[in-house]
């Protein structure tokens, strides 16, 4: 077996579960996850959780940090940033998981799983985008820029393929998925408008990590938990990346710019396409968070790939 | 800033691989018909080089490759 994991360590700040045993033996569950691949964990416990500031001073020597926390807590409010400085200004992936009752520890356990547990071949990676030139260029510009023996990008827009077809392809398993367009907290405005509730097939396999680069995604207006949340919440992906407000066309087109590099120089995970990929203004980052797990591997394996060859598209 | 400029021009090329570009001084919008989508992608791309910000209200002043170039060579000082 490939695996191009390396030896890693994962800060998880969680609530003390004190008269909760479930969660606490689901959360045990998930440090074991972490440990059989490899990942180093370090815990702390509060009654009230810790500032930015306070998380900030333990982070050194990390590669990536978790928030756990209740889900009555807004990803906006739970984060500041999708990553997190350290007092050497090196920036640490810092993602949310928003927790309602045990058995999101114990789904989340199961998907951590899953995604690290798979051969990491080839990084296949879903290009979407709403149905507009402005949208569909992005992903037409990545798909001939992310030529490389180990990528295998897939140019899927809204024009191009069925969304139920769209949905097959990221359920059997892909590393990456990137979305460009309109988006809502409920979900992407394009496909004719993408829900948490279209990823019905309960045997499917959950992608790596599925970035929003749009409005709202991650927000919780109008709506209880957020488009972002709900995917990881029901394992259909181990990481999301999605805004809690509003966003900037030109904003989300430098990411597209440093994902393609990041992807082109080699990231395999989303804690370092994330870092490498972070644009230098703040417009283009202040508004994202992570959801999931903050080390998710981008790559999977190559069935994934053929299977995804087979889409079918309609150009 | 010969140096800037070569690297503008080849940032150019990999965004607009058609076009010509007579003069460094060309503007990009009026003379060389780059529109707005090539131009989010040539300037993140341009910031992704250098590890500059160029806020989108200073896309104005850059409207040619000598202004870019002068624009990276004062963000670098």
């Not at chain 1, 149905?131 to 001939?144: E, G, L, N, S």
Request: aromatic residues 10%.
């Amino acid at each position: 077996m490939k695996l191009k994991q390396q030896h890693k360590t994962i800060l998880i700040v969680k609530p003390q579960f004190s008269s909760d045993v479930k969660s606490e033996e689901n959360f045990i569950l998930l440090q074991n996850t972490y440990k059989k691949y490899g990942i180093e964990v370090h815990v702390i416990s509060y009654n009230i959780r810790p500032s930015y500031n306070e998380i900030q001073s333990q982070v050194q020597n990390q590669d990536a940090v978790l928030l756990i926390g209740d889900a009555k807590c807004y990803p906006k409010n739970a984060l500041k940033f999708p990553f997190i400085k350290t007092s050497e200004n090196k920036n640490i992936p810092i993602a949310w998981l928003p927790i309602r009752n045990s058995e999101d520890l114990f789904t989340f356990s199961k998907t951590i799983n899953e995604v690290h547990g798979r051969k990491q071949d080839q990084c296949a990676v879903a290009l979407l985008s709403q149905k507009h030139p402005r949208f569909t260029r992005i992903v037409d510009r990545m798909a001939t820029i992310l030529n490389a023996p180990s990528l295998s990008p897939y140019k899927w827009s809204s024009n191009l393929l069925l969304r139920e077809s769209m949905i097959e392809g990221l359920e059997s398993g892909l590393g990456l998925a990137t979305y460009f367009g309109h988006g809502r907290p409920i979900g992407w405005v394009g496909y004719y408008g993408l829900r948490s509730h279209h990823f019905e097939n309960k045997k499917a396999k959950p992608v790596g990590a599925l970035l929003s680069l749009c409005c709202k995604t991650a927000s919780r207006k109008n709506t209880a938990i957020s488009f972002c949340e709900q995917l990881v919440l029901d394992g259909k992906t181990a990481v999301s990346f999605g805004a809690v407000d509003s966003t900037l066309h030109t904003d989300n087109t430098r990411w597209s710019v440093g994902i393609t590099k990041a992807l082109l120089s080699g990231a395999n995970t989303i804690a370092e396409l994330i870092v490498q990929a972070t644009p230098k203004n703040l417009s283009s980052y202040t508004h994202y968070r992570l959801i999931g797990d903050p080390l998710a591997p981008i790559y999977s394996t190559k069935e994934t790939a053929l299977f995804a060859n087979n889409i079918k598209t309609y150009p | 800033m010969k140096n800037i400029i070569n690297t503008i021009l080849s940032h150019f090329k990999d965004v607009k691989p058609t076009l010509k570009i007579e003069s460094n001084d060309s503007n990009f919008k009026y003379e060389l018909g780059v529109d707005s989508l090539d131009m989010a992608e040539f300037i993140a791309r341009i910031e992704q080089e250098y590890r500059i910000e160029i806020p989108d209200e200073d896309w104005s002043q850059i409207a040619s490759i000598n202004l870019l170039a002068k624009y990276i060579a004062n963000a670098n000082q």
